[in-house]
Structure formats: structure tokens, C-alpha cells
T-cell receptor, first 113, second 112 residues
Framework: DGGITQSPKYLFRKEGQNVTLSCEQNLNHDAMYWYRQDPGQGLRLIYYSQIVNDFQKGDIAEGYSVSREKKESFPLTVTSAQKNPTAFYLCASSRRQVNQPQHFGDGTRLSIL | GNSVTQMEGPVTLSEEAFLTINCTYT??????LFWYVQYPGEGLQLLLK?????DKGSNKGFEATYRKETTSFHLEKGSVQVSDSAVYFC???????????FGTGTRLQVFP
């Protein structure tokens, strides 16, 4: 079955450490997205990519970085510059057309040790 | 700019009760509208969608009608079950980009 795989499901970060969250999709979608979800809140867009080797900042990009070297993969790095990284991170993908729904992975929960 | 407003939760219901979760939007152009559901510890799943005015999206007993005159897309279900307990998100597509604009979510709690 096609879908989006996020790993790991749980991740712990030490102070001053960078961590990378994986997101892989086999839906042949061009567009991919990273969201942050805090308890009791909605989704905030971190970065998105509409095509390989190109990506744009979302609403809360500071302290995060991404790459898009392959169509299937869109890893997110949470850098030490992100002072409050504890959150639930969701990856999504969609066809690159307006009005298309996004398909989500099961998320990665990041916590600070 | 485009935005989505959902009713505050939690919504607490007994099993077999009627459900309405209100969603209103502000948008330019002709967005599509979506409802997503999130079960505890999981990602979002697309529940239903509507692509133009007066369209009715439906799935698993849930329905929502795209009302352009009232800029609304309220989610309804005639008889909820305990298994429907989750957080529900209303969203619209930004007509000029590939991005979705989400509401803040409404938690539904159904008790036996």
C-alpha cells in the first residue's frame, strides 16, 4: 500500500544537539510538507517543497532545516537554534495541483532530555 | 488572508447523539474544503472533502456541505459512536498555492 512513513516515532534530543526526522513517501507526490503540532493547538507549517531540489519556508522555519534530494524523501533537521523543540511533528505530501488533499504520516514526537 | 475558524472544544456527547462541529472560512477565489480526523498519537486522516459550492462531502456517516453564501462547512453525523472520539480539523486549500490552511481543531469525546 502507498503511504507516508515517518521515523522514528519517538525521539529525544539533548541540549545543543541537532536531530533529523525522516519522512519517506511512495505515493509519487511532488509536494511535501512539514508541520509542527503543539498540545491543544492546530498545525503550523515549517517548510514545504513542491519539487525536488527546491523548498520554501513556512510560518515557523527558524531553527529548522530541510533538504529535498529525492522525490520520495524530505528529512527535517531540528537544530540547536530551535529553543523549544518539544512537539509532535507531522509530514505530509500531495499532488502538485491546487485544491489537492494532503496525506499525512503518523508523526514523530520529539522531547528534550 | 485566508483563514479557518472552528468551534472551541471539547464537544462531549453520549453515544448515538447528533453531532455538529461548526467551521467557517475566509478565502479568496474558489478553495476546496476538507475535514481531517486525528486519533490519539496518530497523524491526520482525510475524512471528507468538497471542491465547489453546494457540494456535499460524506464518509463513514459524516457529512459536510460547502455553503458559499454563509462561508461555512459544518461537520455533522446523525449518531456518534465511542470510536468517533478524536480531534477534527477543518481546512481549506489556498487557491494560489499548494498549501492548506487549518483550523485549530475540535476535540470530540463520546461516552457510552
Amino acid at each position: 500500500d502507498g503511504g507516508i512513513t515517518q521515523s522514528p516515532k519517538y525521539l529525544f534530543r539533548k541540549e545543543g544537539q541537532n536531530v533529523t526526522l525522516s519522512c519517506e513517501q511512495n505515493l509519487n507526490h511532488d509536494a511535501m510538507y512539514w508541520y509542527r503540532q503543539d498540545p491543544g493547538q492546530g498545525l503550523r507549517l515549517i517548510y514545504y517543497s513542491q519539487i525536488v531540489n527546491d523548498f520554501q519556508k513556512g510560518d515557523i522555519a527558524e531553527g529548522y532545516s530541510v533538504s529535498r534530494e529525492k522525490k520520495e524523501s524530505f528529512p527535517l533537521t531540528v537544530t540547536s537554534a530551535q529553543k523549544n523543540p518539544t512537539a509532535f511533528y507531522l509530514c505530509a505530501s500531495s499532488r502538485r495541483q491546487v485544491n489537492q488533499p494532503q496525506h499525512f504520516g503518523d508523526g514523530t514526537r520529539l522531547s528534550i532530555l | 488572508g485566508n483563514s479557518v475558524t472552528q468551534m472551541e472544544g471539547p464537544v462531549t456527547l453520549s453515544e448515538e447523539a447528533f453531532l455538529t462541529i461548526n467551521c467557517t472560512y475566509t478565502a479568496t477565489g474558489y478553495p476546496s474544503l476538507f475535514w481531517y480526523v486525528q486519533y490519539p498519537g496518530e497523524g491526520l486522516q482525510l475524512l471528507l472533502k468538497a471542491t465547489k459550492a453546494d457540494d456535499k462531502g460524506s464518509n463513514k456517516g459524516f457529512e459536510a456541505t460547502y455553503r458559499k453564501e454563509t462561508t461555512s462547512f459544518h461537520l455533522e453525523k446523525g449518531s456518534v459512536q465511542v470510536s468517533d472520539s478524536a480531534v477534527y480539523f477543518c481546512a481549506l486549500s489556498d487557491y494560489n498555492t499548494d498549501k492548506l490552511i487549518f483550523g485549530t481543531g475540535t476535540r470530540l469525546q463520546v461516552f457510552p
